[in-house]
């Protein structure tokens, strides 16, 4: 690889899967564990000279894990809470302190009924709560405080508790549910040391010198690789001229290349230098030989790049192979915005609703549930769009298609199996 390091094809699927989930455990994936922990120089190396992220191999804790900075976080980034299996909406600003507070009590004691858990966060909380620190939390309706608080304070817990076992750093002995509206149940919640230490990417908020930072540049420092000025005891001024400063090539390169590899497209104009960094040979050689090292496919334009695993390991993007209506519905939008006279042009939602509604006068049984609730049916299939970096919000109920569209040819058949291809070699489903 040239100015680079290549990756050895057995440590391709590891690679994909850190880039996808953060982690690999040795209970879920033996293989891939076994082959990240035989080939750690190697993929520690990588990532540090190709994406300036660390990987850590915790033996101890039957983990590997690979820290993400990312001073461009994309703003639907984050722990998603499901139901019925399937992803609804992201964790709540008072899940994630609970995540946090469950962290610190399982530290101390590994191994805690729910119960006992839930009073020490409570003792936490109201201490901390009348000064804003800290979200309410009360468990049990009495004076003050109403059933339905309560449940909704059982209710986050049980979902934080979720996001924890759902990322191997705790285990329950018995069903979370059931916590929520049963006010006897109990259970046993348990941790390991070592994965709680694996945790968090970032140093601590007080390291990091936070409290003397505008909330503006909070992602910055989190995003960093070392301490921020102000926690070395430079004044705030100093440390807002040095992140408005002009960005190295070497940074351009970490944060282009972090995109391709974490996002599902990207747009080589958001580097606003005179000559974008992927724009160059260089930048677009080097780039293209890290994807490729990886086992990812890419597709690029001057204005717009598009990374794909035909593996499925190293991507959560799976809408072309779904069978769901949302998805199906997807599809055929994307079919819809590449035949407009302006692909490019905004799209409001009466748009999407007209052209769904023409779709059931000609299979009516087609999104039987969404009878009387298109709009519904039209932001949820816009939303599969976003996700994928096909479509933007312009605002409520308007989206921008992006350069990406053109990437696409979706063939819409009516019969039990009907599918769609693409010039990446994806495959899609439409109604």
Known sequence: MSGGRSLAPELQEPARKLIATGRIRAELDVELYRAAVQGRRELTDFFRVELGWAVEVVESAELVRLHKRRSDVPADRGPWLRRDGRDVHLASKEILALVALVCEQLWRRPRMSLRELMQAIAQVCAAEAPADQLPQFKIVASDGTGKKEAQTSR???????KLLVDEGSIAVDA??????????????V???????????SSLSPALLGLADLPAARHVDALSSSALSLAALGDETGRVEELNASEPSVDERRLRAVRRLVDDPATDPLDDRAAMPYLHTPAGRDRALEVTASLGFTTTAR?????VTDASGIGTLIDFPNGRRNERQAALALLD????????????DIFEVIELFTRVRSRVPRWAAAY????????????AELVAVGLLVPMGPDAWQPTPGVHFWRVAVRHGAQTSGTTSNGGKGVAP
């Open 371 to 382: 009878d009387q609730r298109l709009p519904a049916l039209a932001r949820a299939a816009a």
């Open 336 to 347: 819809a915005v590449t035949q407009r006279p302006d692909p490019r042009g905004e799209l």
């Open 175 to 188: 069903d979370l549910d059931r916590a929520i509206g049963e006010d006897e149940s109990d259970l046993v």
């Open 190 to 200: 348990s941790a390991s040391r070592e994965r709680l230490a694996q945790k968090f």
């Open 155 to 161: 209710a986050n817990l049980v979902d934080a508790l």
């Open 302 to 306: 001057r204005d717009w790049w598009e």
